[in-house]
């Protein structure tokens, strides 16, 4: 490739002469082989769409079992299972790798004007350890299903007859995937920047993935050795964590947290980076304190190590640390309040427009903050008490996972669309689904934050009559969210033969991804990109002409 002068608000004269990446190639093996991040993105996307779809069917089965206070559908013993798949799916097969390794694949190298990833080959190497490591949670599904939860507590998980061993060893070679990821992201934004791409002229997409990616690999090692202890506990007897083998269950508590609670961090960080794309997209205004909302994603990847003991208030541990975990559980809130108050400025007098990815990035603000300030309730001793094991908790984790994470997965799904296939979808359907999506969201997940707070305990089969009422609320909000992701699916299938051919730019953003074809050309652009001036320089003078110009308006 040579390398050319190149202005981030001109856009190349000459005609595409290669063929985009979709088109290069023919054939499965030809995807099978790939070393294109942008092919692997695509992999990695349909892949983490089928385990959605099957995480989702599960809590639809869950939610109708709550339909009636005794046996509806299943037995207990089943219902135990279905609510631990429905878990085990969506955190380890879905959230985790949803952003970074579908969205974030395909993105992040042409963001920084590169070819591809610093690491090719093991980037696919990462795709095949996430095939393996599903492939061992099916066969756990499939001999006998897991009952644990999708935590995996001792003892009950080192005492239970059901396939703990499969599926630790699923999740187990799922990390490998996620460090393999997270390395090559991290060394990819090190070395491979376009010339004239410093750190502070970075989109802010890449700051949260850059954070992401070291939570990925200094976390998930303590969660690999987790499980295998656990597996070996379960194959020889050791006493690690079952008390009755001179084990502490309590140990397992606080390896397994530790990584978990930056792995909350890991699903949270790439749904902000969407979220600063677009709002700064759609307001057509630079983001607010550039510099803090970067900074910021730095201080969650680090405060999140600090406050894993906040899961564990009930657990015995002493009153000191109790009380450091809680004061450390507000200190975390600090980061996330600048990204929030740094997007509330940033739409603050802006040219908003209100396509369908920034209706999911708005409603990621107002569903985010409702899981923030609970998550604030629960970091408070007195309060987590009584709301320990509850429905709140159930409530406040799915706003912050759902609400948060999914939300701005599906909006960033939604933005990059038409770059990733070259189509553009229905705007209308997109934002009939979006309605749906949302209000069902709340109708389910705020009707259990009364649940827990009037004492309903979470993973319960049977319930008192007097919750009935609120369970029934719930479930038809599950309904009115299938619905809505129904529609998603169809309109977006039917782009890919019927929808209009999209144009380079069609939201007009002003990153670089923006400035190659749709879908791009194999390795991203004609020429070595050179950065002139920021990623969300609406306020240059050429700008508005390259937007119309790229939406191919002029």
């Known amino acids: 490739m040579t390398v050319t002068t190149f202005d981030p608000m001109h856009v190349p004269t000459e005609a595409q002469s290669s063929p985009n990446f979709l088109e290069s190639a023919h054939g499965i093996k030809s995807w099978i082989f790939t070393?294109?991040?942008?092919?692997?993105?695509?992999?990695?996307?349909?892949?983490?769409?089928?385990?959605?779809?099957?995480?989702?069917?599960?809590?639809?089965?869950?939610?109708?079992?709550?339909?009636?206070?005794?046996?509806?559908?299943?037995?207990?013993?089943q219902?135990?299972?279905?609510?631990?798949?429905?878990?085990?799916?969506?955190?380890?097969?879905?959230?985790?790798?949803?952003?970074?390794?579908?969205?974030?694949?395909?993105?992040?190298?042409?963001?920084?004007?590169?070819?591809?990833?610093?690491?090719?080959?093991?980037?696919?190497?990462?795709?095949?350890f996430w095939l393996t490591?599903?492939?061992?949670?099916?066969?756990?599904?499939?001999?006998?299903?897991?009952?644990?939860?999708?935590?995996?507590?001792?003892?009950?998980?080192?005492?239970?007859?059901?396939?703990?061993?499969?599926?630790?060893?699923?999740?187990?070679?799922?990390?490998?995937?996620?460090?393999?990821?997270?390395?090559?992201?991290?060394?990819?934004?090190?070395?491979?920047?376009?010339?004239g791409m410093s750190w502070f002229r970075m989109p802010l997409f890449l700051w949260s993935i850059y954070a992401?990616?070291?939570?990925?690999?200094?976390?998930?090692?303590?969660?690999?050795?987790?499980?295998?202890?656990?597996?070996?506990?379960?194959?020889?007897?050791?006493?690690?964590?079952?008390p009755k083998l001179g084990g502490d269950p309590v140990l397992f508590q606080h390896f397994f947290?530790?990584?978990?609670?930056?792995?909350?961090?890991?699903?949270?960080?790439?749904?902000?980076?969407?979220?600063?794309?677009?709002?700064?997209?759609?307001?057509?205004?630079?983001?607010?304190?550039?510099?803090?909302?970067a900074y910021s994603s730095v201080a969650l990847a680090v405060l999140g190590f600090l406050v894993w003991g906040h899961h564990m208030f009930v657990a015995g541990t002493s009153e000191f640390s109790t009380v450091l975990f809680s004061a450390l559980t507000f200190l975390v809130a600090i980061p996330s309040g600048v990204k929030l108050f740094n997007w509330l400025a940033t739409l603050y007098k802006g040219s908003i427009s209100f396509e369908s990815p920034m209706l999911y990035a708005l409603a990621f603000i107002f569903l985010f903050t409702i899981g923030g300030l609970t998550g604030i309730f629960l970091g408070t001793l007195s309060i987590d008490v009584h709301l320990h094991d509850t429905y709140f908790v159930v409530a406040h984790f799915h706003y912050v996972m759902m609400g948060g994470?999914?939300?701005?997965?599906?909006?960033?799904?939604?933005y990059w669309w038409p770059k990733m296939f070259g189509r553009m979808y229905n705007e209308l359907a997109a934002k009939i689904a979006f309605a749906f999506v949302f209000v069902g969201f709340n109708v389910t997940f705020f009707t259990q934050f009364i649940l827990g707070s009037r004492g309903m305990p979470r993973?319960?089969?049977?319930?008192?009559?007097?919750?009935?009422?609120?369970?029934i609320i719930s479930t038809v909000g599950s309904w009115i969210i299938a619905t809505g992701f129904i529609m998603m699916a169809i309109y977006f299938l039917r782009s890919l033969r019927h929808g209009k051919k999209a144009p380079d730019n069609p939201w007009g953003g002003l990153t670089l991804?923006?400035?190659?074809?749709?879908?791009?050309?194999?390795?991203?652009?004609?020429?070595?990109?050179?950065?002139?001036?920021?990623?969300?320089?609406?306020?240059?003078?050429?700008?508005?002409?390259?937007?119309?110009?790229?939406?191919g308006k002029i």
């Not at 294109?36 to 695509?42: A, E, F, M, P, V």
């Not at 993973?459 to 369970?471: A, D, E, G, V, W």
Request: aromatic residues 14%.
């Open 212 to 242: 992401t990616a070291l939570i990925q690999i200094l976390a998930t090692p303590v969660l690999a050795i987790t499980l295998l202890l656990l597996v070996v506990e379960r194959a020889f007897g050791l006493g690690i964590f079952d």
């Open 133 to 195: 490591g599903a492939a061992l949670i099916l066969t756990a599904i499939c001999t006998g299903g897991i009952d644990t939860g999708w935590t995996f507590y001792t003892p009950y998980s080192t005492r239970t007859a059901t396939s703990v061993i499969w599926m630790g060893l699923g999740v187990f070679v799922l990390g490998f995937s996620s460090i393999f990821t997270g390395l090559n992201f991290i060394t990819t934004i090190h070395k491979l920047r376009a010339p």
């Open 79 to 128: 219902y135990n299972q279905m609510f631990t798949l429905h878990g085990g799916i969506m955190v380890f097969l879905f959230i985790i790798p949803s952003i970074p390794a579908s969205l974030g694949n395909f993105v992040l190298p042409i963001m920084l004007g590169a070819k591809d990833v610093a690491f090719p080959r093991l980037n696919l190497l990462s795709y095949y």
């Open 257 to 293: 947290w530790f990584y978990s609670h930056p792995a909350v961090y890991i699903m949270i960080l790439p749904g902000m980076a969407i979220v600063s794309e677009l709002v700064a997209t759609f307001s057509r205004r630079p983001i607010f304190a550039y510099k803090s909302v």
């Open 513 to 551: 991804e923006w400035h190659t074809h749709s879908p791009p050309i194999t390795e991203n652009f004609h020429n070595t990109p050179i950065i002139t001036h920021g990623a969300y320089d609406y306020e240059h003078p050429d700008a508005k002409a390259f937007i119309l110009q790229t939406q």
């Open 405 to 414: 994470t999914i939300f701005a997965f599906v909006g960033g799904l939604h």
């Open 459 to 471: 993973r319960y089969y049977n319930y008192p009559p007097q919750f009935q009422t609120l369970h």
């Open 35 to 77: 070393l294109d991040h942008k092919r692997i993105g695509i992999m990695y996307l349909w892949s983490i769409l089928l385990s959605f779809l099957f995480g989702g069917i599960a809590a639809l089965l869950v939610r109708l079992e709550l339909l009636t206070p005794q046996k509806t559908i299943m037995t207990a013993d």
